[in-house]
C-alpha cells in the first residue's frame, strides 16, 4: 500500500509540474550585463578599422562586451578574407560573418593590404588561418543583421558602424523574412539599442564650412536612407573626424609595440606596406567609448542629422533629438585614447575563444 501511495504521489508532483510550467512558463534569460556589438567595417583600405576590430577582440576576452558578428560592407571576397583572418587570430574562428554584396564598388583603398591573405610562413603553409574557403557562402550583410537582431533581447544590440552605410541601409528597408515578421526599421526601433556611426565631417546647424567624409561620400544615397529611416527613439552617436584626428599611432610605434612576435597580422601590415598614409584612429573611438564608458568623450547636445543635397551632413540642434556626436579632447586625453590601444598590441595573442551563445 505505502509503494502504491509512494508511486501516486510522485505522479501527481510530475503532474502539478507540468501545469505550472505550462500556466507560469520559466522567464526569459535575463538581458546581459555587457554589451552586445555587431561590428560594420570597410575593411580592406585603411588600417584604423583593423585596431577597432582588435580592441574589440580583448574587450571580448575580458568578458567587458560579447561580440554577435561582424559585417563587411565593402564589396569584395578578398575583403572578406581579411576579417575572417582577424576572427581566427584573435580566437573567434566561429563568430559570424557577412559581406555585403549590393553596395558600391571600386571603392579607393587608401593601403590595399589585402594581399596578407596569401602572406606564407618559413615552411610555405599559409601564414594566417581563416575558418572559411569559399566566400560565396557567407550571408548577404543584411541578412545576418536580421538573424541576428531578431534573437537578440530588446533593446540590447550595439551596432558600431565604422565603413560605409550601405549595409544598414538594406536592412532599414528590407521586408519581413523567415527570421522575423518585422520590416528592417521596426527591427531597429525593437532591438538596437544604439548605434555608433564613424562617419564624416559635419556642418553645424546650416553652416556650409565642411565637406562630406570618405565614409558618406562613397555612397551619399545610403546614406539618405539611414539619416530618414533611422527610427526617431533609438541613438546614434556619431564619431566625426575630428574625433580621432588627434589620436596618431605612428608605423613605427606600431611594429615596435608588437615585439613579441612576426606572425601577426597588424605588424605584417605594417611591415609590407607603406601605412604612413596620415590617417588617425578614427575608429577605435567607437569601442573606446562603447566599452571604457560615456566619461571617455565629450558629447555635444541632442540634435537631428540630415543630408543635404550637395552633399553636406547637417547636425541641427534639438532637445528632443536622437543624435550627439563625440567631441575631441586635450592632448592629455588624446594620449590617453592612444594608450588605450597601444595595449592591445603589447598584450600579446588572446588564447581564450569566445563562447557563443547558442541562441543568438
Given at each position: 500500500m505505502k509503494k502504491i501511495?509512494?508511486?501516486?504521489?510522485?505522479?501527481?508532483?510530475?503532474?502539478?509540474?507540468?501545469?505550472?510550467?505550462?500556466?507560469?512558463?520559466?522567464?526569459?534569460?535575463?538581458?546581459?550585463?555587457?554589451?552586445?556589438?555587431?561590428?560594420?567595417?570597410?575593411?580592406?583600405?585603411?588600417?584604423?578599422?583593423?585596431?577597432?576590430?582588435q580592441m574589440l577582440y580583448?574587450?571580448?576576452?575580458?568578458?567587458?562586451?560579447?561580440?554577435?558578428?561582424?559585417?563587411?560592407?565593402?564589396?569584395?571576397?578578398?575583403?572578406?578574407?581579411?576579417?575572417?583572418?582577424?576572427?581566427?587570430?584573435?580566437?573567434?574562428?566561429?563568430?559570424?560573418?557577412?559581406?555585403?554584396?549590393?553596395?558600391?564598388?571600386?571603392?579607393?583603398?587608401?593601403i590595399n593590404y589585402t594581399p596578407i591573405a596569401q602572406f606564407t610562413d618559413d615552411e610555405g603553409n599559409l601564414m594566417f588561418d581563416r575558418t572559411y574557403s569559399d566566400y560565396s557562402v557567407l550571408p548577404d550583410?543584411?541578412?545576418?543583421?536580421?538573424?541576428?537582431?531578431?534573437?537578440?533581447?530588446?533593446?540590447s544590440v550595439t551596432i558600431m558602424l565604422t565603413g560605409i552605410p550601405s549595409t544598414i541601409a538594406n536592412l532599414l528597408t528590407s521586408d519581413a523574412d523567415q527570421y522575423s515578421t518585422l520590416s528592417g526599421v521596426e527591427l531597429v526601433r525593437r532591438k538596437v539599442k544604439r548605434l555608433y556611426f564613424m562617419a564624416t565631417k559635419l556642418t553645424l546647424d546650416g553652416e556650409q564650412n565642411a565637406s562630406t567624409g570618405y565614409n558618406i561620400a562613397m555612397h551619399p544615397e545610403a546614406a539618405s536612407t539611414l539619416f530618414d529611416l533611422w527610427p526617431d527613439d533609438v541613438d546614434i552617436i556619431l564619431s566625426p573626424s575630428a574625433a580621432g584626428d588627434a589620436v596618431d599611432y605612428a608605423p613605427e610605434m606600431v611594429i615596435s609595440d608588437i615585439n613579441w612576435t612576426d606572425i601577426h597580422p597588424l605588424k605584417q601590415i605594417y611591415m609590407h606596406y607603406d601605412c604612413n598614409t596620415g590617417q588617425r584612429m578614427w575608429d577605435p573611438m567607437l569601442p573606446i567609448q562603447e566599452i571604457e564608458g560615456e566619461g571617455t568623450f565629450a558629447l555635444s547636445p541632442r540634435g537631428h542629422l540630415t543630408l543635404t543635397n550637395d552633399g553636406h551632413v547637417n547636425f541641427t540642434y534639438d532637445p528632443k533629438g536622437n543624435c550627439r556626436y563625440q567631441m575631441p579632447g586635450d592632448e592629455a586625453w588624446a594620449q590617453r585614447m592612444l594608450n588605450l590601444i597601444r595595449a592591445s598590441n603589447r598584450c600579446g595573442n588572446i588564447s581564450t575563444k569566445q563562447s557563443l551563445p547558442t541562441n543568438l
Amino acid at each position: 500500500m505505502k509503494k502504491i501511495q509512494k508511486i501516486l504521489f510522485f505522479v501527481l508532483a510530475v503532474f502539478l509540474l507540468f501545469a505550472c510550467t505550462r500556466e507560469n512558463p520559466m522567464p526569459d534569460p535575463p538581458r546581459p550585463s555587457v554589451p552586445l556589438i555587431i561590428f560594420d567595417t570597410d575593411i580592406g583600405s585603411s588600417t584604423d578599422d583593423l585596431f577597432a576590430m582588435q580592441m574589440l577582440y580583448h574587450y571580448a576576452s575580458q568578458g567587458r562586451c560579447q561580440l554577435l558578428g561582424v559585417v563587411v560592407d565593402r564589396m569584395g571576397d578578398t575583403n572578406a578574407v581579411v576579417a575572417d583572418i582577424m576572427n581566427n587570430y584573435y580566437g573567434f574562428p566561429t563568430l559570424p560573418l557577412a559581406l555585403e554584396r549590393n553596395g558600391t564598388y571600386n571603392r579607393y583603398a587608401f593601403i590595399n593590404y589585402t594581399p596578407i591573405a596569401q602572406f606564407t610562413d618559413d615552411e610555405g603553409n599559409l601564414m594566417f588561418d581563416r575558418t572559411y574557403s569559399d566566400y560565396s557562402v557567407l550571408p548577404d550583410g543584411y541578412v545576418l543583421y536580421r538573424r541576428l537582431l531578431a534573437r537578440a533581447p530588446d533593446h540590447s544590440v550595439t551596432i558600431m558602424l565604422t565603413g560605409i552605410p550601405s549595409t544598414i541601409a538594406n536592412l532599414l528597408t528590407s521586408d519581413a523574412d523567415q527570421y522575423s515578421t518585422l520590416s528592417g526599421v521596426e527591427l531597429v526601433r525593437r532591438k538596437v539599442k544604439r548605434l555608433y556611426f564613424m562617419a564624416t565631417k559635419l556642418t553645424l546647424d546650416g553652416e556650409q564650412n565642411a565637406s562630406t567624409g570618405y565614409n558618406i561620400a562613397m555612397h551619399p544615397e545610403a546614406a539618405s536612407t539611414l539619416f530618414d529611416l533611422w527610427p526617431d527613439d533609438v541613438d546614434i552617436i556619431l564619431s566625426p573626424s575630428a574625433a580621432g584626428d588627434a589620436v596618431d599611432y605612428a608605423p613605427e610605434m606600431v611594429i615596435s609595440d608588437i615585439n613579441w612576435t612576426d606572425i601577426h597580422p597588424l605588424k605584417q601590415i605594417y611591415m609590407h606596406y607603406d601605412c604612413n598614409t596620415g590617417q588617425r584612429m578614427w575608429d577605435p573611438m567607437l569601442p573606446i567609448q562603447e566599452i571604457e564608458g560615456e566619461g571617455t568623450f565629450a558629447l555635444s547636445p541632442r540634435g537631428h542629422l540630415t543630408l543635404t543635397n550637395d552633399g553636406h551632413v547637417n547636425f541641427t540642434y534639438d532637445p528632443k533629438g536622437n543624435c550627439r556626436y563625440q567631441m575631441p579632447g586635450d592632448e592629455a586625453w588624446a594620449q590617453r585614447m592612444l594608450n588605450l590601444i597601444r595595449a592591445s598590441n603589447r598584450c600579446g595573442n588572446i588564447s581564450t575563444k569566445q563562447s557563443l551563445p547558442t541562441n543568438l
